[in-house]
């Protein structure tokens, strides 16, 4: 019986590197599939990484009508809580959209206006600088730039480009409608999946017991549990911290009497989800708006984002995202690199709980395996001393 157990084991290995093998052989045809694959469940995938963040605000407002005692709410608690929770995002979504989109619309503008002038005011001080040089003066004064001309091209290389992508008109449609098609899909899966989330967990149940047994269930069930409590941890945690960040620049810019307050303010806390580098990011665009108005002042804007973002990063990301997650800085540098680069930007987003799951899970092997050891030993001298 152990023999053909170890046969088992043997054939297993050699049907696995074979068919690693065969893989590498054929990246080609392997990466079709896959990308067949993903095209047919792209979907379903984005449906359940929709329930799933949908589900952390659901899950607490579901919990809140548990309580109540009027048998009205209860009956129907599941289907309001996600009503309430996609009335709530929709909301927040057209709350952002109403308030940046005219803001940038109005400082692209005005950055289209104040342009010349202040390449003007750059001419006249480059010809004051080299005054002395009849040269380099005459070299600036033949700078000259026709700004309609140069924003009309640019418009026109745009829609070029544009046009050259997308072939026509009835591609763009179709873009469109396909776009527009697979987002009410993915809504409406997602509203399936929350709806009756329960019939997947006791299937899970099911198919763990029947295949897996009791003990490799039960040791699954809790891998998935610190997945599951790192990646909400996570995405709170980061949907806190870019509210009080993008709170406390709004309040900062309004009171130093900085333009627009509310639109930076909730730009800078939207980037600054994204780990690592969003902050730079949202303060770059912060500066641009800021300079649109006045150059002087985006200065003052960029050393209060810095002092801003130094408090960010030492007080509050500590307490809010920091100690829930629990990944250490190090790491958290070594997965934005590794995943940014891999999956740009949702890499970085998604690495981060990634990796921390599995630095828990490692952990958690670790401890248990230095703990049957040290049992070990201890039978060992006690029966040694016997």
Known sequence: M????????????????????????NLDRVGQIFSVLWNATKVLVFGGMLAYVLNLVMSRI??????????????????????ISLCLVAFIIYFILAIVIPTLGQASQVLINVLPR??????????????????????????????K??????????GSGIGNVLGSTFNVVNIVVSSVFNAILTIIFAIYVLLDKERFIRLYHRLGNLYLGKE??????????????????FIGGQCIEATILGTLCATGMYLLHMP????????VGLINIIPMIGAYIGG???????????????????????????????????????????????????TVVIFGSLAGIPGM??????????YKLTRIHIENKEKELEIKNTESKTSVKK
């Open 62 to 83: 579901e919990s809140l009508f548990e309580k109540s005692k009027k048998a009205l709410l209860l009956k129907f608690k599941r289907g309001l809580s996600l009503l």
């Open 216 to 233: 490799r269930k039960d040791k699954l069930t809790e891998a998935l549990r610190v997945i599951d409590r790192s990646f909400g941890a």
């Open 118 to 147: 202040y390449f003007n005011d750059i001419v006249r001080f480059l010809t004051n600088l080299f005054e002395n040089n009849p040269n380099i003066v005459e070299m600036i004064n033949n700078m000259q730039i026709n700004w």
């Open 260 to 267: 627009y307050p509310l639109m930076i303010g909730i730009l």
């Open 149 to 158: 001309d140069l924003i009309d091209q640019s418009i026109s290389f745009l």
């Open 349 to 358: 987003f998604l690495g981060i709980p990634t990796v921390a799951s599995i």
């Open 284 to 334: 770059a665009i912060g500066m641009f708006m800021v300079f649109t108005v006045d150059p002087m002042l985006s200065l003052g804007f960029l050393v209060y984002l810095c002092i801003l973002q130094q408090f960010e990063s030492n007080v509050i990301y500590p307490r809010v995202v920091g100690s829930s997650v629990g990944l250490p800085g190090i790491y958290v540098m070594m």
């Open 2 to 25: 152990k023999l053909f157990d170890i046969d088992k084991k043997i054939w297993s290995y050699i049907i696995g590197i074979a068919f690693i093998v065969v893989c590498i052989l």
